[in-house]
T-cell receptor, first 109, second 117 residues
Framework: ELKVEQNPLFLSMQEGKNYTIYCNYS?????LYWYRQDPGKSLESLFV?????AVKQEGRLMASLDTKARLSTLHITAAVHDLSATYFC?????????FGAGTRLTVKP | NAGVMQNPRHLVRRRGQEARLRCSPM?????VYWYRQLPEEGLKFMVY????????ESGMPKERFSAEFPKEGPSILRIQQVVRGDSAAYFC???????????????FGPGTRLTVL
């Protein structure tokens, strides 16, 4: 059974700091997604990572995928308050998506 | 191109009533997925449908829950005889699933928040 684990589940950081969110999964898959969810809203797709070594960057967020280690990271650079949200990773296995529990990020002034 | 639409956005039911959740996929998308998000938990896969076909319902509870995606009209997630434990946010996602294309990310609707009193 595919299991997806994120850590940390809660993250409080100050503006300007850097941090990394980790996503481990248990079964081989070469398709991993990162989503953002603001309170009361649906998920917003951030990144789709399709191959080993894939790295994508958008603004202050950078995602990478290591399929051999079954690990993806979401790195936050110089955090700003607008990044406060819950971030989910999800792994696609045979036509369905399995999500991590989410990392609730709070960026404080 | 309108995004994935779900209605109602909020639904309140009393125990024992039926809940019907609707999902209209993005234009051109023929694949629909339903997820449930319990409070303080991540999304859980429920069912994957194509037009008129259920492809994977491994995440659906065995009783009281059913889903359909008719040839015409939205996909429907139906919960019969709701109980308090059914209170959750239900998200629908759609994808084109074009053959040979692997960048078919899923696009999520805004969700329906079901509250069972």
């Amino acid at each position: 059974e595919l299991k997806v684990e994120q850590n940390p589940l809660f993250l409080s950081m100050q503006e300007g700091k850097n941090y990394t969110i980790y996503c481990n999964y248990s079964t081989t898959s070469d398709r991993l997604y990162w989503y953002r969810q603001d309170p009361g809203k649906s998920l917003e797709s951030l990144f789709v990572l399709l191959s080993n070594g894939a790295v994508k960057q958008e603004g202050r967020l950078m995602a990478s995928l290591d399929t051999k280690a079954r690990l993806s990271t979401l790195h936050i650079t110089a955090a700003v308050h607008d990044l406060s949200a819950t971030y989910f990773c999800a792994v696609d296995l045979n036509n369905d998506m399995r999500f991590g529990a989410g990392t609730r990020l709070t960026v404080k002034p | 191109n309108a995004g994935v639409m779900q209605n109602p956005r909020h639904l309140v039911r009393r125990r024992g009533q039926e809940a019907r959740l609707r999902c209209s996929p993005m234009k051109g998308h023929s694949h629909v997925y339903w997820y449930r998000q319990l409070p303080e938990e991540g999304l859980k896969f429920m069912v994957y449908l194509q037009k008129e076909n259920i492809i994977d319902e491994s995440g659906m509870p065995k009783e009281r829950f059913s889903a359909e995606f008719p040839k015409e009209g939205p996909s429907i997630l139906r919960i019969q005889q709701v109980v308090r434990g059914d209170s959750a946010a239900y998200f629908c996602a759609s994808s084109p699933r074009s053959s040979g294309v692997s960048t078919d990310t899923q696009y999520f609707g805004p969700g329906t928040r079901l509250t069972v009193l």
